[in-house]
């Protein structure tokens, strides 16, 4: 009984530990989730005088671009995350975000920058409405309903 009890509580810890990892996975995604939802904020300035030559109208549609594929997307996703494997979808939003940032920075023109920054939506819709639901998941199994709730308010709230 002491050989059972030492195995399921070294099971336990082992699970507990990977779990804390995937936490900080998804806590660490999520942070460039924000950061990469607001760097065209942040660039206004140079992408005024950049060789895209973009207007002041341009600059708000690209983040109205990005808000709108964002927000048709995530219900798509949110149905998808009840329906098959979550873990896979979280790989395809992110790698769907990541190819689509990276694809605004080579972008020519105005339409190929906003169809990146319109995919980039697509990929945060997928990683946010599955991950939030993950990590709801993971930290209410071993944590007090407090805790649970400091951490969720890290989780969602803005940087």
Known sequence: MLVYRCVANQAYKSWVRSAGFGLA????????SYLDRYVVSAL???????DLGLSDANLGSLMSG???????TAPVFGALGDRRSRPRLIALG????????????FAGSYLTLLAA???VGVGEAAYV??????FLRTINRFTSAQVA?????FFASPR
């Open 94 to 105: 992110v790698a769907c975000w990541s190819f689509a940032t990276a694809l605004s920075g």
């Open 149 to 153: 709730n400091s951490r969720l308010a």
């Open 66 to 72: 990005f808000l709108v594929v964002y927000t048709l």
């Open 117 to 119: 920054r319109a995919s």
């Open 129 to 134: 409405t599955i991950a939030f639901r993950s």
């Open 44 to 50: 206004i300035e140079s992408l005024k005088h950049s």
């Open 25 to 32: 996975v998804l806590s660490f995604i999520n942070l460039f």
